[in-house]
């Protein structure tokens, strides 16, 4: 392409060409953005599914560093540019480079996005050769794949990465987006009907951006249709040059239908070979949930062993990138909210923990908890997502942890209609949520003076912080911060003793206290 022909083709992306709609802003992901751009010597990937938001961020970023240095600073450059999808190789990244630094932008500090970078031949080899000749330029790649974590950056760009993974709008961003930001914890009380209604719109929709940011709820299925489309397409289809369209689809539409289930790729194939009257390798249902993985489209999560083997040899637990994908993919809106729930706290967990470091545990008798926390070699929590915490079978997971002595890890999440706790876990850190600290104590003497009194508590309403309730039914005092009191089931009335201050064990010597009933805890 001519110099001049490029330079037609960039303007209209890039601010000093236009005005520039950067959406809405994501303060979390800029300000690691900005920690990033200091490093020096280093190029700053940022990955996701497609339509998370990546184009939008690179822009933000662009946008802060046009008015701290100049708008010509600034190059932003798509790939996907129909323009340039003749001439995708590392010949079109000089073009594009010599022609902004001829027509744009000669001196100064540069800041470059390269937007679906990997649809680029060698593009890693080109950045690298600007980063060993020292030129002043701040390069930031994205991508729809995590390739661009893998073979193609280890073999060229080791150590000189820095990665930030991009995710569809949380539910505290979609309730920013609304314009209802929580500030206070009370808040959550008295604006619960409104985040209620929106936490349901997030359910059912998700939180792709150009999701939330239509209106018109007549389209939005239809366009998260369309971003499905997109990830088989150009995500897997064009870039591992498979033949078979409709088989991949098939796979992904089966693997999105098994949400937060335990699925294995020969249990797949069956279920294939039943449907399209084929024969087709259990490895080559691998290779595809990998692809698909890859795209960010779904996550596998293993269950946890010390041997490796068993890893790779049980089924993974599977999750899609976002509720409205798989609300819009499955073949009917499910009522396993149990299912959604789960599904939303594993992208938190992800985000947040690192999938490697996320797995699911099975006992030899089949029992199963959702969540296991690795940190280092050891296991930090044990989390269950549960709809309903009476439900016989996950009674039975408590008592099956209780017996294997990891009681004190086990933290639940659960949700229950017309309760106040059920829009929490989406909205706080759910490891936070219903944590009572607990310590095995001996029989303690009782005196009378120090009852405090007896009330009617309701959920949400708060519990004194210098409070202990005694238990006839464990050897064990459970102290409930404030933060805590949506824990308690219902209304009902509880005594409160105070023994020997807030933060203070109680001494040994006497009597056990006895209450008639003792708020159920969560965890």
Not at 68 to 78: I, M, R
Not at 202 to 215: D, N
Not at 344 to 368: D, P, Q, R
Not at 457 to 484: L, M
Request: charged content about 30%; hydrophobic content about 35%; some cysteine.
């Amino acid at each position: 392409m001519r110099k001049e022909e490029i330079i037609e083709t960039l303007s209209p992306l890039n601010f000093w060409g236009k005005m520039q709609d950067t959406g809405f802003k994501r303060d979390e992901y800029l300000k690691k953005l900005n920690d990033f751009l200091r490093t020096e010597d280093v190029v700053i990937c940022l990955i996701g599914v497609r339509r998370c938001g990546k184009t939008y961020l690179a822009k933000q970023i662009l946008e802060q560093k046009s008015k701290e240095y100049s708008k010509e600073s600034t190059l932003y450059v798509l790939f996907e540019e129909p323009k340039f999808e003749p001439y995708l190789n590392v010949q079109l990244l000089d073009d594009i480079y010599e022609s902004y630094k001829t027509y744009i932008y000669k001196d100064g500090i540069s800041f470059i996005v390269l937007d679906e970078i990997q649809n680029v031949k060698l593009w890693e080899k080109w950045i690298r050769t600007k980063l060993e000749k020292k030129e002043n330029i701040k390069i930031i790649i994205t991508g729809s794949s995590s390739k661009l974590l893998s073979s193609e950056l280890s073999t060229v760009l080791t150590g000189r990465t820095l990665t930030l993974k991009v995710f569809p709008f949380s539910f505290k961003e979609f309730l920013s987006y609304k314009k209802l930001n929580i500030e206070k914890e009370y808040e959550i009380i008295t604006k619960k009907k409104e985040i209620k209604k929106h936490l349901t719109e997030y359910l059912t929709y998700g939180g792709f951006p150009q999701i939330v940011l239509e209106k018109d709820i007549s389209l939005k299925n239809q366009m998260l249709k369309e971003i499905f489309e997109g990830i088989i397409y150009r995500d897997i289809v064009f870039r591992h040059k498979i033949k078979d369209v409709y088989l991949v689809k098939v796979i992904a539409e089966l693997a999105i239908n098994n949400f937060s289930s335990l699925i294995s790729a020969t249990k797949l194939r069956n279920v294939l070979v039943q449907l399209i009257s084929k024969k087709i390798s259990p490895n080559y249902v691998v290779n595809i949930l990998e692809y698909l993985q890859e795209a960010f489209l779904i996550f596998q999560i293993p269950i946890f062993s010390f041997k490796v083997k068993e890893q790779k040899l049980y089924p993974k637990k599977i999750y899609c990138i976002d509720t409205g994908l798989i609300n819009a993919v499955t073949t009917k809106f499910t009522k396993d909210f149990g299912r959604i729930y789960e599904n939303i706290v594993a992208l938190y967990l992800i985000k947040n923990k690192g999938k490697e470091n996320i797995f699911y545990w099975k006992s030899s008798e089949g029992y199963e908890v959702d969540f296991v926390i690795k940190e280092g070699l050891n296991i930090n929590q044990l989390i269950q997502v549960c709809y309903d915490i009476e439900n016989e079978k996950t009674k039975e997971i408590f008592m099956k942890i209780q017996n294997e002595d990891l009681e004190e890890k086990l933290f639940s999440i659960s949700w229950e209609e017309d309760k106040f706790k059920d829009v929490l876990p989406f909205y706080t850190n759910p490891l936070n949520l219903s944590i009572a600290e607990r310590e095995i104590s001996k029989e303690f003497d009782f005196d009378e003076s120090r009852v405090i009194c007896t009330l009617s508590i309701i959920p949400g309403r708060a519990i004194p912080e210098d409070v202990y309730i005694f238990s006839d039914k464990k050897t064990i005092f459970e102290k409930y911060p404030t933060h805590h009191a949506n824990l308690i089931e219902t209304e009902k009335s509880y005594t409160f003793i105070n023994l020997y201050g807030p933060n203070t064990l109680p001494k040994e010597g006497c009597k056990k206290i006895i209450l008639d009933e003792v708020p159920r805890c969560y965890g």
